[in-house]
Every structure is written in C-alpha cells, then in structure tokens.
C-alpha cells in the first residue's frame, strides 16, 4: 500500500483515554498542534502536563472547528451520537474525520449523513490494554497491529489514502474491508468469546453459591478461558447493542457446534470426537503461531 | 491438618511424564529409593540419566512390587485398566498406592476392588503446564497448589494420613472430599471450558473457511479464549470420556445461562443485560484477585 507520509495541521482528538491518549503520542510528531477533547478535568489535565495535547477541552465544537483531522476515540454510540449531532457544520471543509469505534455499520452509517465537502472513514485498531485510562497510554499500542478501515459515504479516494497514511504512521496494518464484513468479523473473534466467558462464568458462579470449592480449585485453564468476562459490561453492552444481529448468527452456529461435540461424547463415540477435535486443536494451534510470530 | 512428615522406603511412579517426572524430582529427599515405570524407553533412560529415578522399567509388575508407596500418574482409564489388572495381587501389604487422574469416580470405584490390606486414595493435583513430557519437569509444579484427595474403600484412617502427609511434602494443599463432588467441580471449571474453547475455535474456523480476515483479525481476547482448544485431543478425550454425566449436566446449565444474556441482547434490554453481566464480572475479578494472590 502506498501512501504519503502522514501531517496534519491541527489534529482534534476525542475522547482522552487508553486509546487517543495513544494515539496523541503515536501522532506527536505528525501533527503541528494536537487539541484533546474529553468531559473528564482529570483525563485533561493528564493529557496537558504529560504533552500528550498542546490544548484540551471539553467543549467538542470548538475543539475541532479548526483540526483538519479528527479522530473519534469513544464508545460506538457516543460516536454515533456525535456524528448525528451538528459536529458536521462545525468541521472545515476537507476535514478528515476517522473514528476507531469497535463496530462499525451504525457509524459509516452516520458519516453518510455528514455534509459534503467532510471526509469520513470508519476505523477499528485490533489493540487494547486489560486496563484503560489516558494513564496507561503507551505510544506503541498500535504498532504491528491490524487496524480496520472501512469506507463511508464520505470518502473520498484522496480521504481514503490519508486515512492509510495517518494508520501507517502509527505503525499498523491498514486492513480495508465493508464495515458489514467487519462487523461479522468481530462478531466472531471478539463478541462470542466475551459473551461465553462471561457465561462460563456465570455457569460456575452458580454452582459456586452452594460449593466454594469451585473457587478454589479453578486454575490456569478457567483463568485464561474466564478473563473476558473481566472486561468493562458498559463497553461491552455498547459493543453488543450495535452489533446484535451478527452476534445472534453467530451464537446459532455456536450452538450447533456444541452440540454436535456434545452428541458425540454422550453417545460415547468417542473416535468421531476426537476426529472432530484434533482438526480444532490444528487450528488454534496454527492460529497462534502466527499470531505470537506477528506480534 | 496435622500429618507427620512424609518417608517412603520404595516409590514406584507409574508413568514419567511431567506430572509423575515433577513428582519424582519433589520427593526426591522422601524416599530412600525410587523406581520409574514408563512404557518409552526415551522417559526412562531421561529420568534415570537425570536421577529423577534411581531405577526404571517397562514392567509394571516387577516395578511395584518391592514399594511401599506407589503413585499412579497417568490417563484416567488407564489407571483404571490398571487397578483392574491383577496389580493388587503383586503389591505388598499396607502398600499405599494414590493416583493423580483427573476424574476420580471411575478410579476410586476400581480402587474397592483391590486387595484388604492394600491401601488406596484417588487424587488430583489442580496443577499442569502447557506442554507435558519428562523434559518439563518442575520440582516446584505441586507447590503452593490445591491437590484434592478423595477417598476410597481401601482408605484406612492411617492411609488418610499417609496421602495427606505425602501431598504436604509436594508443598501443595490437600484438600479432601468425595470422588462424585470432585467430578462435578471439575466439570465447571475445567471440562466445560475446554468444550467451549474447542467450539468456539470451531465456529470461527468454519466461518473463515470463506474468509480468512477471521484469523487475520483475532487478538488477544481470542487467544486467551481459544487456548484450552490446544489441549491434547487423547488427554480431553479420556477425561471428558469417564465424566460424560457432570459435562453434560453443566452444559445444559451453560445453555440455559447463554440463552439468558441472548434473549436480553437480542430484545435491546440493556438494562437487565447489563444488571446480569455486572456481577459475573465482580464474580470473574474476586476470584482472579484470590487465585494471583495464592500463586
């Protein structure tokens, strides 16, 4: 993929946590002026003293009213939100807008309603930390990693370069797909495992009631398999309600799995089993040296 | 729990692979001699070059006969196969033997049928690595861990003792209750999870079998979620084979639970999802916190 070097002039970031607070520090040198936007003082002020921003606000209109790029670095449907709201009139013409939402269809939606002359394209960074805020920032986040872009209605072919440009920068992979494709995507590798682990939990915490002893034997196994069900349930429910159909296809396929390898260990067919297994284990195992080899 | 230190004059550990190699290397300093018996021949001269044994041989009979302690460490069924093997005929009196399987109930009930004067307790060190062999041997892998012990007809209070001084010596936690309580606990928190980890693989390979941004696109959420799916098909295969009634007890309460949080997703009730999904995460964070703390 060819692509310019990234600048931007004045870049607005939304929304002052884990991710645009890494995201500040990856840009810091591409951009002349960075401006951060976030209601919470303490996220602010955080980002002002660290350099991670030249100014900070919490007011969005007139935090991006002169940016030729802003990223929308919050929950999906703040993000919707945002972009439903009058943020479009008050983005100069050719502005860049990108966001980095975990879905993606209910926002590329939204950017089709913003005013012509303002370029959008969706964004998703496959990154994260088991814990957020700005304080855990880390410039490196993204470097390596595949960060999904899809098109809006609103982008145009120079807005979609700039919006490869401005990825490479951080020193991810820019990976183009509809936001549909996506959204089934991560349906799969992301939205079912939190909803089984979180199960999985659940499943256990009731025996637990009448039986410690769940507790205090469950070891490596549950820990790895139950970590999901860790993850903050206010992204989450935001991440599944803007996701529900491709969930629910999801989990009917899951079900069928189940129990096809559940017939098949109660009626003690246990060589059907294990040929339904092993190519499992060839799979997960061929997965994840790839993905430990990438990283 | 008060037990005198452990001593054997003769441990004879059936099987030398992680488990019954880290066995041998902790118990080193409790025994005067120790015999390995392993049907490869690459096990045995690897434990007699590293003195993990003091002897080793393919034959079960002649390697149990002079112990007074004999551990079994290998496949339930095979343990099984074993007790029902005239094994008990070749031991001496007051010979305790204990196993390490990881379902007890098919065990202990084997254990009833050996000879009055043979003493015999089920046990199950809550302990593992990722890959197993000779090779991985840890002295420390029992340390610290729970190792649950579950009686049997030939339990006498003093063979009770016995095992409960023998698991001390590891520096693990002994821990007692019935071969049926333990079964249906580690349904929960070990077999369910690895039915999951293995569907959910399954359900993922299937949809990147026309796609393969599935795989390109699966982080870590995914990897943690998926790891249990690389465990060794026979190994699963024989745990989850001699405990099909507690798997499939949890997997209809799994289910019930899952439809639970879909019913609430796909019906947009946010609220109750999020009412529902907030103590599983406080459940999931309590434990973890004990669970780092103790290691």
Known sequence: M???SFRARHLSIVGLGLMGGSLALALRDHADHITGIDSCEAARSYGLRGGFVDCATDDLFAGVNHADVVILAAPVRVIVEMLKMRIGSYLRSNTLVVDIGSTKQDIVD?????????????GHPMTGKENGGIEESDRALYANRPFVLCPSRRTTPAARLRAISLVESLGAIAIEMEAERHDQIVAGISHLPYLLSATLVATVANQADSDSAYWELAAGGFRDTSRLAASDVTMMGDILSTNTKAVATLLAQFRMQLAMLETMLIGGDEQRLSQSLQPIRRARKEWADNYEKGR
């Open 2 to 4: 060819i692509a310019t």
């Open 110 to 122: 939204a950017m089709a309603d913003l005013p012509v002359g303002v370029n959008a394209m969706g």
